[in-house]
């Protein structure tokens, strides 16, 4: 791609999106890095707004208050100034969150089987939704029901195994930088 076209892929926010422990935290900080942009992870972005960890918002006020404070801590995040968002699994889920990441930012859906998310996620078990369910169970259904609308971002990468920085250097390839 010409150096130009190749450049205007920065000037929106890079968005990432995909189930839970695909890398999304770990590998949107990375690519910040090598890009020399902000990072900010949505969930983060909630916990301190809120001054409560996902599970206590879950909790304490359910499913709904979550999203729709996701989405607009989205929003505020999408502002059009160039930088790496990290998303949590659930929020490209919601009609209005992902029209908003689909119009003003560029939405790179990361991907790995249900094997290997079921292996990562098992080494932080803060995650309301697999609290007290197999989370292959729990993966598996949200693969189904997620994958066909997370296909509608416009770049699709599979996570590579370990080092992270080879899921860095396919995202860089799939938006040609
Ligand atoms: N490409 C990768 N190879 C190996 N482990 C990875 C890779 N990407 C992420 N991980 C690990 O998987 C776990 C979940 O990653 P995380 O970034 O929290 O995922 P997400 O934000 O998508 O839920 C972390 O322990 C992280 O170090
Ligand atoms: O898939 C989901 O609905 C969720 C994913 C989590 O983020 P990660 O995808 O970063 O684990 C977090 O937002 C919350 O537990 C809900
Ligand atoms: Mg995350």
Not at 33 to 62: C, H, K, N, Y
Not at 93 to 106: E, G, Q, S
Not at 147 to 168: F, G
């Amino acid at each position: 791609m010409p150096a130009a076209a190749a450049s205007s892929r920065l000037d929106r926010p890079i968005v990432l999106i995909g189930l839970m422990g695909v890398g999304k935290t770990t590998v949107g900080r990375r690519l910040a890095q090598r890009l020399g942009l902000p990072f900010v992870d949505a969930d983060e972005e909630i916990e301190t707004a809120a001054g409560m960890s996902i599970s206590e918002i879950f909790a304490t006020f359910g499913e709904p208050y979550f999203r729709d404070g996701e989405r607009r801590v989205i929003a505020r995040l999408i502002d059009g100034s160039p930088k790496v968002i990290a998303t949590g699994g659930g929020a490209f889920m919601n009609d209005k969150t992902r029209a908003l990441i689909l119009d003003r930012a560029t939405a790179v859906w990361l991907e790995a089987d249900v094997e290997t998310l079921v292996d990562r996620v098992r080494r932080r078990n803060t995650r309301p939704l697999l609290q007290g369910r197999d989370p292959r169970e729990v993966l598996r259904e949200l693969a189904k029901v997620r994958n066909p609308v997370y296909a509608l971002a416009p770049i699709h990468v599979r996570s590579q195994p370990s080092p992270h920085d080879a899921t860095v250097k396919a995202i860089l390839k799939a938006l040609s930088l």
